[in-house]
């Protein structure tokens, strides 16, 4: 079965609104990052986050390792906001083959 | 900022034919990797390295080869492109081998095999 899984698949808000994010995990967790891929396809890393929560800007990362789960918050969103967040974990400890969620793909509409 | 190029950005391929996907990192990052994602999904690891010479299969190697002649290139290969292998190659860097460090993605390549 899948190992991550994230929620919802897609999602269209309102500029200014608020989003919660979700992935779980199916095995034991250790760690795990958030990525954004851009509309046009490119990727960069949010958050490292093996642990608890950190904040960035408008995105907070929470992540509660023994309920095996993360989330992004993206508070007050904005239209630069859309495209889709990728969560990943790696496969064991020490190990850096990372195991990619399918994603949530967001729209931020005026 | 780490940064890492690919070329070609997009190709169209013939079934059969062979498909060299170049990727160079100019940051003396240790660990490369190459991902492919297929519309809809997240991102799947083919091939990985850790030092120059050398790659390790990933979670889908079948139907790819790797090569790392040097620290900074690291190629995938595709000896007989199949229809069921077109998708968006993305290759990444990062410096070690430990969790929190960050993988830097390159633009990725759309292959389309025909």
């Known amino acids: 079965g899948q190992q991550v899984q994230q929620s919802p698949a897609s999602l269209v808000l309102q500029e200014g609104e608020n989003a919660e994010l979700q992935c779980n995990f199916s095995?034991?967790?250790?760690?795990m990052q958030w990525f954004y891929q851009r509309p046009e396809g490119s990727l960069v890393s949010l958050f490292y986050?093996?642990?608890g929560t950190k904040q960035s800007g408008r995105l907070t990362s929470t992540t509660v390792i023994k309920e095996r789960r993360s989330s992004l918050h993206i508070s007050s969103s904005q239209i630069t906001d859309s495209g889709t967040y990728l969560c990943?974990?790696?496969?064991?400890?020490?190990?850096?083959?990372?195991?990619f969620g399918a994603g949530t793909r967001l729209k931020v509409i005026a | 900022e780490a940064a890492v190029t690919q070329s070609p950005r997009s190709k169209v391929a013939v079934t059969g034919g062979k498909v060299t996907l170049s990727c160079h990192q100019t940051?003396?990052?240790?660990?490369m990797y190459w991902y492919r994602q297929d519309t809809g999904h997240g991102l799947r690891l083919i091939h990985y390295?850790?030092?120059?010479?050398?790659?390790e299969k990933g979670d889908i190697p079948d139907g790819y080869k790797a090569s790392r002649p040097s620290q900074e290139n690291f190629s995938l290969i595709l000896e007989l492109a199949s229809l069921s292998q077109t998708a968006v190659y993305f290759c990444?860097?990062?410096?070690?081998?430990?969790?929190?460090?960050?993988?830097?993605f390159g633009p990725g390549t759309r292959l389309l095999v025909l």
């Open positions: 390295s850790y030092v120059a010479d050398s790659t």
């Open positions: 990444a860097s990062s410096d070690a081998a430990q969790l929190q460090d960050t993988q830097y």
């Open positions: 986050n093996p642990s």
């Open positions: 990943a974990m790696p496969l064991n400890t020490g190990n850096y083959k990372y195991v």
């Open positions: 940051n003396n990052h240790d660990y």
């Open positions: 095995t034991s967790l250790n760690s």
